[in-house]
């Protein structure tokens, strides 16, 4: 009797679709669960940060009282803004590279990303504070910490309804990233604008201001990028 031959074509493996990933529609919903508090108890708070931005002081105010629940507001919309900008990245790598998510853990490369965002933000925020420490008077790094803060925060306000039109409605590569491109473009604007007004409040100090601009901030982000590029390369090419 002829042994029936159990072997077949092996088949091709599917691409990697976001919005078949549970992982990602559970931090997704986490996001909106998160903003919607935010926005439902701290309206008043978002408007006044907007306010204060917008607004142009010498010093910090003796009346701006900081209360647990600005702080609780903070804290969230920056874990928020973190996530989004995490998943941004991871997105991208998706799509460029392809190769990384049949080799590596989805939800270890996403926390991955996430945390390393988490941790350039805060080594941003003390090489800034350490410098305008040394540079400048400490009610000027107060108004600065408060308006790059709320860059961060707006950050994320923004990129959340690109991310959802990329999972759930197949935004192309191409048109969410010329988005996520302004919006970056937008952010640098708003913190160059608070970095002149703050620290550089006449003509003169435009050349100290680009130094310092380029230094601590554009060089910072190049470098991160170039990072991420080289480890996701050295993962594909070493597991």
Same mark, same amino acid.
């Given at each position: ?109 996403? !926390?991955?990303? @996430? /945390?390393? %965002?988490?941790? $350039? ?8 504070? &350490?410098? =305008? ?43 969410? !990233?010329?988005? @996520? /491109?302004? %919006?970056?473009? $937008? ?8 970095? &002149?007004? =703050? ?41």
């Amino acid at each position: 009797m002829n042994e029936i031959s159990m072997e077949g074509m092996i088949g091709e493996p599917l691409p990697y679709l976001l919005r078949t990933d549970g992982m990602v529609t559970c931090i997704l919903f986490c996001c909106m669960v998160l903003l919607s508090y935010v926005l439902a108890k701290g309206n008043k708070y978002l408007y006044h940060q907007l306010k204060s931005f917008a607004t142009s002081r010498e010093r910090a105010s003796m009346f701006d009282e900081v209360t647990v629940s600005d702080i609780r507001y903070t804290a969230l919309l920056l874990f928020h803004s973190c996530l989004l900008i995490g998943f941004c990245i991871y997105y991208f790598l998706s799509a460029t590279s392809p190769d990384l998510f049949f080799v590596t853990s989805h939800g270890y490369l996403l !926390a991955g990303i @996430v /945390g390393g %965002i988490s941790v $350039f933000l805060l080594l941003k925020y003390l090489l800034y504070s &350490f410098v =305008n420490w040394v540079f400048f008077q400490k009610a000027r790094n107060l108004l600065w910490v408060s308006a790059y803060l709320n860059v961060i925060v707006w950050i994320g306000l923004f990129l959340f309804p690109v991310i959802l039109l990329v999972v759930y409605f197949g935004l192309s590569l191409h048109t969410a !990233a010329y988005l @996520v /491109g302004a %919006i970056i473009i $937008f952010a640098k604007i708003a913190l160059f604008y608070k970095c &002149f007004s =703050n620290f550089f409040g006449n003509i003169h100090g435009l050349v100290h201001l680009i130094l310092y601009f380029c230094a601590l901030e554009i060089l910072p982000d190049l470098i991160m990028w170039k990072g991420i590029e080289t480890v996701s390369n050295n993962l594909i090419l070493n597991i």
